[in-house]
């Protein structure tokens, strides 16, 4: 599921769009003629196939809590959001219960941080799950492109070195 819309002028917040997401939709994100959005939950059967922490304190210590605990659960991959010091830290899976996901984090996440999926159950679009903006994406507000990096927190120059970390 993915979203490519502003909601209204509220911000961060977004609209449902019911669209597969296409190679024509990603282009327009890597080149930043738009911003992708996801939604972790996929509302039919209640399941999600990433989890991600959004790390947007600047203080270090958060955001190595943040890689401790996806560390416990799998192999995670690091992004700088695109706001300079603020991460997302992916972690995917087969899918896996929406309700299971949440419980392995519940209170992980803490002041300055984000869970995603940020909701234990979602019925429809009123009962309202945020979305997490895919990595290599403009960032609408710093102005910065987001990018990969290293477990230093270096940024990655190849796609290859991401998975040999």
């Not at 080149?31 to 203080?59: L, N, S």
């Not at 949440?102 to 209170?107: C, L, N, S, T, V």
């Not at 997490?132 to 990096?149: D, E, M, N, Q």
Request: proline share 6%; aromatic share 14%; glycine share 6%.
């Amino acid at each position: 599921m993915m979203c490519d819309h502003p909601w209204q002028d509220r911000g961060n917040y977004y609209k449902r769009v019911y669209k597969p997401l296409t190679i024509e939709l990603v282009e327009k994100h890597l080149t930043g003629d738009i911003t992708i959005g996801v939604f972790p939950t996929r509302i039919e059967d209640q399941t999600a196939r990433f989890a991600c922490f959004d790390v947007d304190h600047t203080e270090e210590a958060y955001l190595k809590k943040a890689i401790f605990w996806a560390k416990q659960y799998g192999n995670p991959i690091i992004e700088e959001s695109g706001a300079e010091g603020r991460y997302h830290i992916w972690l995917l899976f087969e899918p896996k219960p929406l309700k299971e996901v949440r419980k392995i984090f519940e209170g992980k996440a803490g002041c300055g941080m984000d869970f995603f999926p940020n909701q234990d159950v979602v019925i429809n679009d009123f009962y309202f799950e945020l979305p997490i903006k895919l990595p290599l994406g403009w960032h609408r507000v710093a102005k910065r492109w987001s990018h990969f990096v290293d477990k230093d927190l270096k940024p990655i120059s190849s796609i290859e070195k991401l998975w040999k970390e």
